[in-house]
């Protein structure tokens, strides 16, 4: 499928069902492949940072993870067919993971994060593989020891809840070396497995108001979502120039 333009971003116009499909299938090729979940945020992050725009225009995958970005493409003729949540996504791969014995990496989030995560990961999964554990908050001296870690581990998906866009820097840097066949970013999703964290009630995510309940627990987060005004605005005027 060709890629849709959205901002200079392309994404690739899967449904949920689709994205999983394309996952088994680099498993099963055994060669490393980085996924991008570009929302909004990222996608204005990328306009000024030319290296994670490299990274997400040379992703093996990349979804739409915001209904922002769905609005988008429908304003600039880039359509893309659904939302899809990075932690839904990441879920529905570990159920198929756990079927097909699959072995999983947990790099990210605070000292102790990964490991409550992958307990309760197993109790949701009684076959869940997850083969390793890592904390996120290691210094650039303390990469190889990781890095050897994830290649004796032998994982087929290393999921990385490093923080965007620190996560897919770090996967784009040392994809080659570790040798994944899928490695995903999936930000904040260890905390909510974990407990440590909630996502927003079911009728809330049906209507797409995700953002405004963690903006609601979250009230920091007002400094990085003040960049939605600006993705509109620069959608609309991207419209206009195209004539739409």
Known sequence: MQRKDILGIGFDPVTMDQALEKLEQYINSDKPHLVVTANPE???KARWDSLLGEILRRADLVVADGIGVVWAGSQLGADVPERIPGI???????????????KVFLLGGEEGVAQQAAAALTV???ALRIVGTHHGFFQSKGEGEIIARIKEAKPD???AALGVPRQE????????QLKVPVAVGVGGSF?????????????????????????IRQPWRIKRMAVLPVFVFTVLRERLVKGR
């Open 157 to 159: 998906i290393l999921l």
């Open 191 to 215: 905390n909510v497995w974990a407990g440590v964290d909630k996502r927003a009630p079911r009728w809330m995510i049906k209507v797409n108001l995700e953002w405004l309940y963690r903006l």
């Open 124 to 126: 949701r999964w009684s």
């Open 88 to 102: 839904e996504l990441a879920e529905s791969l570990l159920a198929r993971a756990a079927e097909r014995g699959w």
């Open 42 to 44: 990222m996608v204005m």
């Open 169 to 176: 820097k770090w996967l784009a840097a040392h994809l080659g």
